[in-house]
Nanobody, 120 residues
Framework: VQLQASGGGLVRPGGSLRLSCAGA????????IGWFRQAPGKEREGVACISGDNGQAFYEDPVKGRFTISRDKSKYTVYLQMSDLKPEDTGVYYCATDSTRACPVSFTFRGQGTQVTVSS
């Protein structure tokens, strides 16, 4: 399973970014996909997940109401729209799957992460 995260960058507090997670092939549309992040010196944490069967979305408390996860099956891509960004959102963001259809997912199959830096 190949996944590739992209779309990170430097943004000011209160700003927005959209991350993309590109999968490879038809089967990636039916796997649950999770977004994770890791800040310097901190443990990796889950952020959001979208199920592979009905597209139900799940969010961790720190990002509820600010982040939105979605999927475009025609592009084999999952997005993470991030709004009202805060400095504590800074970190390397990864998308991952473990080949199941249901959330949550484990950090089994993932590609390189994308850096998000929120700073004034």
């Amino acid at each position: 399973v190949q996944l590739q995260a992209s779309g990170g960058g430097l943004v000011r507090p209160g700003g927005s970014l959209r991350l993309s997670c590109a999968g490879a092939g038809y089967t990636s549309n039916y796997r649950a996909i999770g977004w994770f992040r890791q800040a310097p010196g901190k443990e990796r944490e889950g952020v959001a997940c979208i199920s592979g069967d009905n597209g139900q979305a799940f969010y961790e408390d720190p990002v509820k109401g600010r982040f939105t996860i979605s999927r475009d099956k025609s592009k084999y891509t999952v997005y993470l729209q991030m709004s009202d960004l805060k400095p504590e959102d800074t970190g390397v963001y990864y998308c991952a799957t473990d080949s199941t259809r249901a959330c949550p997912v484990s950090f089994t199959f993932r590609g390189q992460g994308t850096q998000v830096t929120v700073s004034s």
